[in-house]
């Protein structure tokens, strides 16, 4: 007999319920944040960091220095902008010692040039008051410039030469011309190279006029004056025969001057030809024969030979560094403002 209550063994499989999940236990000797910190880099990444925080900081260093060297580049030349600009370059020679005065008057004659009435006056008064100049050489290389700073140049050697009783030459170098022979012409002795180009006793007023051109084009000029005359010499404008004549008298009674210049400088010594004062100039040999220049000779044989002082003293006066940046400085905001009234009627 069998139990009822007992199952009947059977064929198929008992399946058996799977064991649940244990929790991990947890050591208490392990801190509780360990388990909620991200990792640490590994060895190649804390390299790589390393190396771009080195570099980082070098490259710092580097735009660092380079900034105090911008820095101290600028404070020099700031410093010896401003010392240039508050020191003119002085001859530096004991007062005693016998010397030859040297003034330069190189390039256009104009005023606001190295060779300005300005510049040379000062320059030769501080060599005739020097007591150990024996003599004032003027070095001339220009092809001329403006009358009026000739003039006054002409004018200040005579009353110089007066004043201190010394003894003025001028010694020639390439180009001796118009406006340079002005000034040489009040000087005691010429002296010449034999190539150098003399003379050019003459006046000009040059100028263009556009008015055949501007009717071709078609353009039409509209000048307004308050004055029939104040238009003169306009280029886009016909010149009358009357203004042509004003023109032309003005410029013969300058022409005259110019050559009483020379005739009170160089006196009896002038040979006289037709062809002296006509504008033409000559050689420095030509000079010589024609009594425009005494004599062949350099600086330094002037130094040795006539002056007796072979020492030379430069006097001359230029404009410095600092003052040729101001200069253009200067030009730059004129030209700004220029720009700017532009829009204005403008009354000359």
């Known amino acids: 007999m069998t139990d009822p209550r007992t199952p009947e063994p059977t064929d198929e499989p008992v399946s058996t319920p799977a064991p649940e999940p244990v929790a991990p236990t947890v050591s208490a000797a392990a801190p509780s944040s360990t388990a909620s910190a991200s990792p640490l880099p590994s060895g190649w990444e804390r390299e790589t960091l390393e190396k771009l925080a080195f570099a980082s900081l070098r490259e710092q260093q580097a735009a660092r220095r380079w900034r105090n060297v911008i820095r101290l580049a600028w404070l020099v030349l700031l410093s010896v902008s401003a010392w240039m600009l508050f020191s003119r370059a002085a001859p530096v020679t004991d007062k005693s010692t016998p010397h030859t005065a040297v003034v330069e008057i190189k390039g256009e004659i104009a005023a606001g040039a190295d060779a300005s009435a300005e510049f040379v006056v000062a320059a030769m008064r ?11 050489v003027l070095l001339i290389n220009s092809p001329g410039g403006s009358p009026v700073q000739a003039g006054i140049i002409n ?8 004043k201190h009783s010394k003894p003025v030459y001028v010694v020639v170098e390439e180009s001796c011309a118009s406006a340079a022979y002005y000034i040489a012409a009040a000087a005691d002795q010429i002296f010449v190279d034999k190539a150098s180009i003399v003379g050019s006793i003459g006046v000009l007023m040059d100028g263009f006029g556009f008015t055949g051109l501007m009717d071709k084009l078609g353009v039409e000029r509209r000048l ?18 009357r203004q042509r004549v004003f023109a032309q008298a003005m410029l013969d009674q300058i022409h005259q001057q110019f050559i009483k210049a020379v005739k009170d400088g160089r006196g009896k010594r002038l040979k006289e030809t037709p062809e002296m004062f006509s504008g033409l100039f000559w050689t420095g040999e030509q000079a010589v024969e024609m009594g425009l220049a005494d004599q062949l000779g350099n600086l330094d044989y002037v130094a040795r030979e006539v002056v007796k002082a072979e020492d030379l003293v430069d006097y001359t006066r230029r404009d410095n560094v600092a003052e040729r940046l101001a200069k253009r400085f200067g030009a730059a905001f004129g030209e700004g403002a220029v720009r700017a009234l532009r829009s204005v009627p403008a009354l000359r």
């Open 126 to 136: 501080s060599a005739f008051e020097d007591d150990g100049a024996q003599a004032v």
């Open 155 to 162: 004018d200040e050697i005579r009353r110089l030469k007066a």
């Open 224 to 241: 307004m004056t308050a004055g029939e005359n104040k238009g003169f010499l306009d280029p886009f404008s016909p010149q009358t025969e």
